[in-house]
Structures are given as structure tokens and as C-alpha cells.
């Protein structure tokens, strides 16, 4: 299934439940190769060349070579080198997941237990053959990655979110709460983030759009990315960030950090989850309010899941136009319905229709995406927040994607504007930008 990649347990045969799978002679090769060298590496810990990443290879390489030498092990060149790949990827690495994570088609690795891993690959769900060797070889790998960020996953903190040094994103979920053993899902991103011209030629949006939403940033429209998960909030919100004159200021506020901004003047910051004692604890909210007092021209939270979304609607009603932020939603008048049920979470007791007035104030426009059935994401549909009549916000669609049908797996349909001009096109006549004529045409 995985081509030009090592994969260490190829071989295995499917597991029928209750027994374990029969090892080929490779893999027993290579547990007994990889045992032998890690005894030879802890017989060595106190040299000082363990914690130089080149020279600790170096040094697994040469215990390699006198294990084979030892037990009378000979392969050719390539099998060769596969194992000690193998046997570098379980004792410096992530084990058998090292392939999955270097494969940059694969956006998605999801372990759920030592014996079923899927990984998501062009928006669509696949199983793969690679396995753990058990639970604890599995529990091994999660310690590696949580461990050099100070945190625990144990029977007292059953759950944890990492980040490993590339960026990518890490949950782990162990016993106790998980049935099937532990659950480890890394979520990747690109090392490059997604340009305009990128998300136009893959479909997720229309030329059209783009020109509107890079006059809208410029302009200091509010707005909001909503969608489901895996939708592409993120990598939308990333392109989005992207049209922000150099000359500002900008502060993004992180769950786990995952945007990737040029502009030269960019503070990131991140949460911090409470330490083994549980203690210490910076949320995202308290993120939110100081940042207001670090004189930023753009706030850019990476998500609102909670209180911190009374403080994100201040921001945008109190000077700092032109903010950002995704959430969970179903469609644009669920995300504004979301929002309100954050604000009610920060705890102020504001009544319903003094929130639904923030929120129509602040936010003033939403961006809603879906992941198609065929693994495509795509902007369906683009909503103008116009304000309140009596206890309702009033909203109106400016882009709405049409599914003509799918053919051959593929959804079939287009992007289109509604015909429909925002009010706020004043803001963009204020600024001095002009768009494209051809913007909102209705097209046949």
C-alpha cells in the first residue's frame, strides 16, 4: 500500500482476534538486533555524545554492525539498511509510525491501539499494514514524544495533547479511558503553508473569492472561519493571515501553535496546560486579554472553543478590526449559535440579546467549510453578518457552492456568488480598495 518506504511489520499477516500474528524471520531479526544494540547503548550512557543526534546514530550504527557481526547475521545492502533504519526510527524515533510521519501525502496518523493504524491521505480514511509490537512498545512511543515537553500520560493523566518539534499536533489517550489499548493521533502540516493561488488550483476556492477576501483582510473586515473537523479551518485561516500588510502588528493566540505567518512583526503565543501537580495553567482566554494589552493591530486566535470568545468579541468591537478566529460548526448561522454558547461559558450572566448584539457587532463575516465526500475541502459558503432586527441576526449569503453531483468519486459543482453586495463595502471605500468588477456576477 506504501511505496518507497520502509515498512516494518509489511509482513505480518492480518491478526484474527485473540492471536497473535506470526513474525516473519526479519522481525525477529530485528527485535534481537534492536535488544542487542540498546544494551549496548545503555552500557555506554555515560558517553557525552548521547545527546548529539549525529553522533548517537553514529553510535547505534557501529553497535549495529558488531551485533550482526556477533550473532552471524548477513544480509545484502538494502535489507541491511532497512534494518538499521528500523532500529534507529524504535530507539531515537517514533517506531514503526517513523515512515507514516516522513510520507507528506499523509496528513493524518491515527493509532488506535498497537494493532490498527489508519492514516488519512487526500482527505479520505485508509488502513494500513504497519502494527506496533504490543501495548507497552506503543506506550514506549508516546513517552518519547510527551516526555521532552515535561508532560505525563500515566493512570492519573490518562490524556495529553503534545506537540512534537516539528509542529505537527499530538493526542494520547491510554487505559482507563480507552478500551483497545492507547490511542495516538498526529495530525501533520505542511512545512509550507498553503497559498491563495494553492487553495485555488486545488478547488477550495474561486478567483473570485480570493480577490474579495484579500480586499476584506486589508479592509479590517472581522471574520470567522467555521467548519468541521479536518474542513481546513487552519490551513484557511493561515492563507487568509497571509493578505495582512507587513506594516502591523500581529498577535496569534494558539491551542497548539499551528500557524505559520511571513509578516515579519508576528507574536506567537501558545496555552500552557497545567504541570504534573496541576497547577499552573494559562488558558486561552487569559492569552486573549493580555494580548490586548500588548498594543496588537491583528488578533488571530486559532480556534475559540470556550470564554475566551466574550473576550475575542471585545477585541473586535473595541479598535482591533480585522481579527480572526476559527470554531466548530455545521454552517454560518450554527457558528454565530456557537458563538453565544461560548460567550454564556465565559460566566459574566449577560442576558441572550445583549450577546446576540455583540456578536452581531463584532462579527461581519463567516466562512464556512466542509471536507466532500471525496476527501475535498472546500469553502460552500460565504455569509455576510448584517446586523440585528428585534431578537434575530440577520444574515445573507454572498458565495453558496452548488453540488452538481459526483462523478467517477469526485463531486462534481461550483463556487458561485449569489449576486448580493455586503454592506460593508464602505469599509473597502474607506481603505481605497477597489475590487474587480466581476466580483458578485451571478455566472450561468
Known amino acids: 500500500m506504501f511505496t518507497n518506504r520502509p515498512a516494518l511489520r509489511s509482513e505480518l499477516q492480518p491478526k484474527t482476534k485473540g492471536k497473535p500474528a506470526k513474525l516473519s524471520e526479519l522481525e525477529k531479526d530485528f527485535i534481537l538486533i534492536r535488544d542487542s544494540v540498546q544494551k549496548a547503548l545503555l552500557s555506554n550512557s555515560n ?64 493509532v488506535n491501539g498497537p494493532d490498527e493504524i489508519f492514516v488519512e491521505r487526500y482527505g479520505l480514511i485508509e488502513p494500513t499494514d504497519v502494527k506496533f509490537e504490543s501495548e507497552a512498545h506503543l506506550r514506549r512511543v508516546i513517552d518519547r514524544i510527551v516526555s521532552p515537553i515535561g508532560r505525563r500520560v500515566d493512570e492519573t493523566s490518562p490524556m495529553v495533547d503534545a506537540r512534537l518539534p516539528n509542529g505537527y499536533r499530538v493526542n494520547a489517550t491510554i487505559p482507563p479511558l480507552s478500551l483497545d489499548g492507547p490511542i495516538l493521533t498526529i495530525r501533520k502540516f505542511s512545512a509550507r503553508p498553503f497559498t491563495g493561488q494553492d487553495l485555488i488550483a486545488n478547488s ?34 493561515n492563507m487568509l493571515s497571509a493578505f495582512i500588510p507587513e506594516r502591523e502588528r500581529i498577535i496569534t493566540i494558539e491551542d497548539t501553535a499551528e500557524l505559520q505567518l511571513r509578516q515579519v512583526h508576528v507574536v506567537r503565543l501558545e496555552k500552557r496546560p497545567p504541570n504534573i501537580e496541576g497547577k499552573g495553567e494559562i488558558t486561552i482566554r487569559q492569552l486573549v486579554i ?75 463575516l463567516i466562512i ?77
Open 47 to 110: 558517553n557525552g555524545s548521547a545527546s548529539d543526534p549525529v553522533k548517537l546514530r553514529g553510535m547505534i550504527e557501529e553497535c549495529f554492525n558488531n551485533v550482526l557481526d556477533e550473532e552471524k547475521l548477513l544480509y545484502n545492502h538494502d535489507t541491511r539498511e532497512q534494518l538499521l533504519d528500523w532500529v534507529v526510527a524504535d530507539i531515537v524515533g517514533y517506531g514503526p509510525i517513523e515512515p507514516l510521519l516522513k510520507d507528506p501525502d499523509i496528513t493524518e496518523i491515527m
Open 204 to 237: 477550495t476556492m474561486t478567483v473570485q473569492l480570493a480577490n474579495f477576501l484579500k480586499a476584506c483582510v486589508e479592509a479590517r473586515v472581522n471574520m470567522v472561519v467555521s467548519g468541521g473537523t479536518g474542513s481546513g479551518k487552519t490551513t484557511f485561516l
Open 368 to 444: 464556512h467549510m466542509e471536507r466532500l465526500k471525496d476527501g475535498s475541502r472546500k469553502v460552500v459558503q460565504v455569509s455576510e453578518v448584517q446586523g440585528m432586527e428585534s431578537d434575530t441576526i440577520v444574515m445573507q449569503d454572498l458565495f453558496v457552492f452548488h453540488q452538481t453531483g459526483i462523478r467517477n468519486g469526485v463531486v462534481q459543482g461550483s463556487l458561485k456568488p449569489t449576486g448580493l453586495r455586503p454592506r460593508f463595502l464602505s469599509k473597502l471605500v474607506a481603505n481605497s480598495i477597489e475590487l474587480p468588477e466581476n466580483v458578485f456576477d451571478l455566472q450561468p
Open 290 to 364: 493580555n494580548a490586548l494589552r500588548m498594543r496588537p493591530d491583528r488578533i488571530v486566535v486559532g480556534e475559540c472553543r470556550g470564554g475566551e470568545a466574550l473576550d475575542m468579541l471585545q477585541a473586535m468591537n473595541t479598535g482591533h478590526d480585522g481579527s480572526m478566529t476559527t470554531v466548530h460548526s455545521n454552517g454560518p448561522r450554527d457558528a454565530l449559535r456557537r458563538v453565544e454558547t461560548m460567550v454564556m461559558m465565559a460566566g459574566m450572566d449577560l442576558p441572550l440579546k445583549a450577546i446576540r448584539e455583540q456578536v452581531a457587532s463584532a462579527i461581519e
